[in-house]
């Protein structure tokens, strides 16, 4: 599940390596989409037609927190009512993140099945301290225990799951660590949303004078991940080569 706010190609990217990178691609793809203006609504709402994501479409810009909230939500709400196979994990990732190992899904999942962990994320940039929170540009949640009354939703700050982390810790939930840059699973560019505010001039954005201080990659500190990043670009580059609807689906099948 992925958040997305003009971000039109790192959000494709991110759909092209889900499906061309994972085997098999047993997954549901949910992106909330909060009101882009860059064309990534369109785009998504292509792709969805195409049955390769649902899109949750918002008329404004709720930010991350509650579009994650929202998101989850929906994920519930649908195995509910549609009488689908129950969710048993929830992948929470960036929308600057690519996905760049076949087993960057089974791997965590099944560290999760063997732990019993609620969730599952990296600690910081390269540290598995645990006072650390579990970065959120990849973070693994088991709903039927994450998703409760009891623990906090995601907030609507530049944490957004601090709260959600510190009452799982509370009650008593299971955070294991697990290398999803270091050992290169994914790469996380980092910033994207940011960089875009910038590009733009988006000065009625709320996170506009962060951002101007704050937009450059950061790649999770990760030596080898400029180049893999620019070795996948060129992969994507030739494979999407207009970024529009129909060759983002047809990379995809």
């Keep these: 599940m992925v958040v997305n706010y003009n971000t039109r190609r790192l959000i494709a990217q991110l759909i092209y390596s889900l499906y061309r990178i994972l085997q098999p691609p047993m997954f549901r793809l949910v992106v909330v989409d909060n ?46 009512r ?14 600057d993140c690519v996905v760049m190992r076949p087993d960057a899904l089974s791997a965590p999942c ?5 732990t019993g962990a ?17 970065g959120l540009h990849s973070l693994l949640i088991d709903p039927a225990q994450v998703w409760q009354p009891t623990i906090q939703p995601f907030q609507d700050h530049g944490l957004p799951s601090e709260a959600l982390q510190r ?36 000065r009625a954005n709320r996170h506009y004078e962060w951002a101007t201080t704050h937009h450059e990659p950061h790649f999770s500190l990760e030596a080898d991940a400029p180049g893999a990043y620019a070795a996948f670009q060129e992969a994507f580059a ?15 099948r």
């Design 118 to 134: 609620a969730l599952l994320g990296q600690r910081g940039y390269d540290t598995a301290d645990e006072e650390e929170l579990l």
């Design 110 to 114: 099944g560290v999760m099945h063997a």
């Design 167 to 202: 009452s799982c810790a509370e009650a008593g939930l299971l955070a294991v660590d697990f290398p999803y840059t270091r050992d290169g699973y994914i790469i996380h560019i980092g910033r994207g949303s940011l960089r875009v505010i910038v590009e733009t001039e988006d």
């Design 35 to 80: 009101g882009s203006t860059d064309g990534s609504a369109e785009l998504l709402s292509a792709a969805a037609a195409a049955g390769l994501c649902h899109l949750v479409a918002n008329p404004t810009n709720r930010h991350h927190g509650p579009g994650l909230n929202q998101g989850v939500s929906y994920l519930a709400e649908a195995t509910r």
């Design 238 to 252: 030739r494979d999407v080569p207009t970024l529009d609807a129909p060759g983002l689906i047809q990379a995809c």
């Design 82 to 95: 549609d009488g689908a196979v129950p969710i048993s994990y929830v992948w929470l990732l960036d929308s």
